[in-house]
């Protein structure tokens, strides 16, 4: 499961994933999801949306990822610091021995506010 703020290229990274490069990027609406195949491997990959009043929502949905992705936009301050709300509510919410993996997309071209030294700490403070 992906999740983060809106806007940040959730859909994008899962699109990338899927090989699916030609679809059109719309804003996820609910909760939308992808099947990657790799050989016998096979991944489902939950596509969330970031606004506030979809967060409720999204919470119920925890106790079937395995791992969550949690998601920033290096170039968007607001994002990287919304992190904590998200991290909150997986401890609230989540199994404790959920797999967490922070991801910090750098967009060419936008100058970037979150250095890695800092996504780095993050991940360290909360065990990811």
Sequence with gaps: M??????????VFINA???NHEEPVVKTCGVDFKQV??????????DTPGEQ???????????????LVLAFDSAN??????LEQWIESI????????????LGFINQGKERWVNA?????L???HRF
């Design 91 to 102: 401890n609230q919410h989540a199994e404790p021995k959920l797999k967490k993996v922070l």
């Design 53 to 67: 009043r979809f967060r409720k929502a999204i919470k119920t949905l925890y106790h079937k990822a395995t791992v």
């Design 37 to 46: 195949t790799r050989g016998n491997f096979r991944v489902i990959v939950w």
């Design 2 to 11: 992906v999740i983060g703020d809106s806007n940040i290229g959730k859909t």
């Design 17 to 19: 994933l899927t090989d």
């Design 77 to 82: 301050s607001e994002s990287f610091i919304n």
């Design 117 to 121: 030294e800092d996504a780095e700490e």
């Design 123 to 125: 991940a360290r403070s």
